[in-house]
């Protein structure tokens, strides 16, 4: 092979080589270009929903407003047990603590002297009815001598003296014995009412002393069925349940058992029931306060006098309120704000003036309407002027009635 077919052949290879690159490029850019076009084509992320939150109305019933006090529970009968007589104590039957009834035996003191003190003040009743006797028969015989001038009348009228004075010794006799007897039945103490007795404070074999020399301590008894609970009533409460019944929207207590409901210590919710007993007659200068009391019911004992406890005294007339969960009120410094959503699901915050909590929704005095649509459950994430996404309370809100 010449050197010009060997030029010839390699001519078509070396052009080849020149032009491969070029047509590698175009692929390339075709690729880049699509993809510069389809990141400006990518859609936007959608916009986020309103939060959500739970609404209801307002509910609307009949309620009866109730004042609270800190009262404190007192028996109503409460007996301190004391010896009558002196003596030395043979027995104690009571167990401390235990319930008793009215009569039941709690001590025996020695009774011993006592009965001979008795038998000695037979004898002598025994002694004066005989010289009664020997009186009446000397007089009998004095008035019928005196009719034949047997005897004068200055010895009748002797006889008549000492018939009476038999009379009063008689008498005096009888006082003896029944004061003796009298002895003999202190010795044995016995429960004066029914209740609960305090622990024995003498033991057997003690000496105590009777009610003539300071009588000896020896328990206590307090009634506890029914008991009573004293509170002390502010002014400002009692001139406005007095302003009520000058108005004839409540009755007084005075005049009126009014109902009272308690609750112990711990308790959300009132576990007693009673009624009105006692109004004084002067309000305290000290404190401006009425001290008033009211009696339960204590049929299981659970209460005992010393014992704390809050009373609730009807307040008012009954009257068509609307409630709201409390946990939907919240606080804006000095005020109190509920938050509502409007017809365009946006937020609108309303001043409220409170009233008490009843069956657990608070009563709304002033500052919502019945169709208002509150909002119950999602405060945090509620603004004003802010839409939201409002969802109907599916249960009634808590404490409502069907």
Not at 86 to 97: N, R
Not at 111 to 118: I, K, N
Not at 162 to 170: F, S, V, W
Not at 339 to 346: L, M
Request: aromatic letters at 4%.
């Amino acid at each position: 092979m010449t050197a010009t077919e060997k030029s010839e052949r390699l001519a078509p290879a070396t052009g080849l080589k020149r032009h491969l690159p070029h047509r590698g490029l175009a692929p390339l850019g075709l690729v880049f270009a699509l993809a510069l076009t389809g990141c400006g084509d990518k859609p936007q992320p959608q916009a986020a929903q309103p939060p959500a939150v739970t609404i209801a109305q307002p509910v609307k019933r009949t309620v009866t407003d109730w004042d609270e006090f800190t009262g404190r529970f007192e028996a109503i009968e409460e007996v301190q047990i004391r010896a009558r007589v002196g003596g030395f104590v043979t027995s104690v039957e009571f167990k401390d603590g235990a319930i008793v009834r009215a009569g039941d035996l709690l001590y025996v003191i020695d009774p011993r002297p006592f009965e001979a003190v008795a038998l000695q003040a037979d004898g002598q009743l025994a002694d004066a009815r005989a010289k009664v006797e020997l009186a009446k028969r000397e007089l009998d015989r004095g008035l019928n001598l005196v009719q034949t001038s047997a005897v004068s009348e200055q010895v009748v009228d002797q006889r008549r003296q000492a018939l009476q004075a038999a009379h009063a010794a008689e008498m005096q006799a009888e006082g003896a014995l029944k004061a003796a007897k009298l002895n003999i039945e202190f010795t044995h103490v016995i429960a004066p009412i029914a209740g609960r007795v305090s622990r024995h404070l003498v033991t057997p074999g003690n000496l105590v002393q009777g009610a003539e020399g300071g009588a000896t301590l020896l328990t206590s008894i307090v009634s506890l069925d029914p008991i009573y609970i004293y509170f002390d009533v502010d002014e400002a409460t009692y001139l406005k349940n007095n302003r009520l019944w000058f108005e004839g929207r409540r009755p007084s207590s005075r005049d009126t058992a009014n109902p009272v409901e308690v609750l112990l210590s711990g308790e959300t919710k009132p576990s007693h029931e009673g009624k009105m007993d006692f109004l004084d007659n002067r309000l305290d200068v000290s404190t401006a306060t009425l001290r008033s009391r009211a009696i339960i019911p204590n049929k299981d004992l659970s209460i005992l006098p010393g014992q704390f406890g809050r009373v609730r005294l009807i307040g008012s007339a009954p009257y068509e309120a609307l409630l709201i969960p409390d946990t939907a009120v919240a606080t804006d410094q000095s005020r109190k704000i509920v938050f509502v959503v409007k017809d365009d699901n946006t937020v609108e915050a309303k001043s409220v003036t409170l009233g008490p909590l009843d069956e657990g929704l608070r009563v709304i005095r002033e500052g919502i309407k019945a169709e208002d649509r509150v909002i119950v459950d999602g405060l945090q994430r509620a603004r004003v002027g802010a839409k939201v996404t409002p969802q109907v309370a599916h249960a009634a809100p808590a404490g409502a009635k069907p």
